[in-house]
């Protein structure tokens, strides 16, 4: 998502130390933690809650059944294309016979 580098994070840290102070360093990592896991944990549970309300599975499924459908269908025109020309052969074969 961002393209931040090792070097931008080291430079960021540096400037970090220098306005805050080493003292209250610790703390700043902290609360950024603290804030970052939050905001990692909203965004799974609203992710989680979308894909239920969505519901994945059945969207899956039905894309599996469409494709199922399709090669029947497929099958089903080859077997007609097959038996028509199965009673062309078989009529052709009967007008060929001597009475």
């Known amino acids: 998502m961002f393209d931040i580098g090792f070097s ?8 970090t130390l ?7 360093m610790p703390g700043a990592i902290r609360t950024v933690r603290l804030v970052t896991g939050r905001i990692r944990n909203s965004w799974l549970q609203l992710r989680d809650e979308i894909e239920r309300s969505v519901d994945v599975n059945d969207i899956r ?3 599996h059944n469409d ?4 090669g029947l269908k497929e ?3 080859q077997i007609q ?3 028509d020309e199965t009673r062309a052969a078989i009529d052709d074969a009967d007008e060929r016979k001597p009475s």
């Open 8 to 15: 931008e994070l080291v430079l960021v840290a540096i400037i």
């Open 18 to 24: 220098l306005v805050m102070g080493p003292e209250r």
């Open 61 to 63: 499924q039905d894309l």
């Open 67 to 70: 494709a199922v459908m399709k």
């Open 75 to 77: 099958t089903q025109y």
């Open 81 to 83: 294309q097959t038996l």
